[in-house]
């Protein structure tokens, strides 16, 4: 039976640095990646920051519509959660899911 890449986890790649290309967005859908997720901003937290850079970097990032992407392998973002929080509540965003934005389901 086929899966339904809609359901599927491995549906969406986030490209490393958001590098890739045809030969890269074929090999990935040979296992089942079947679409590429590119995001708008970014913490900047791939590496180890200070609180005060990701924060910056988050109030870039943080816009109506953007997909950002944040690292949760580092301390600092867990530090920032409550500032974080007021941030997307005082430019009233509303955090969702890949599969709210997308009207898709992977459960």
């Given amino acids: ?3 339904d890449p809609r359901r599927d986890w491995r549906s969406y790649l986030c490209a490393p640095q ?3 290309d045809d030969r890269v967005d074929d090999l990935a859908a040979s ?3 079947t679409k590429i997720l590119m ?3 970014s913490f900047e937290d791939a590496t180890l920051v200070p609180q005060q850079a990701l924060l910056a970097a988050a109030r ?3 816009l109506p519509g953007s997909i950002v992407l944040g690292h949760g392998n580092h301390p600092t973002v867990t530090h920032l959660f409550g500032q974080l ?3 997307i509540t005082q430019r ?3 955090p969702v899911t890949v599969d709210e934005l997308l009207g898709t389901s992977r459960c």
């Fill in 31 to 33: 296992v089942g990646f």
């Fill in 85 to 87: 929080q007021e941030l």
């Fill in 1 to 3: 039976m086929k899966t």
């Fill in 39 to 41: 995001w708008q901003g």
């Fill in 60 to 62: 870039t990032a943080l």
């Fill in 18 to 20: 958001g590098h890739h």
């Fill in 92 to 94: 009233r965003l509303d």
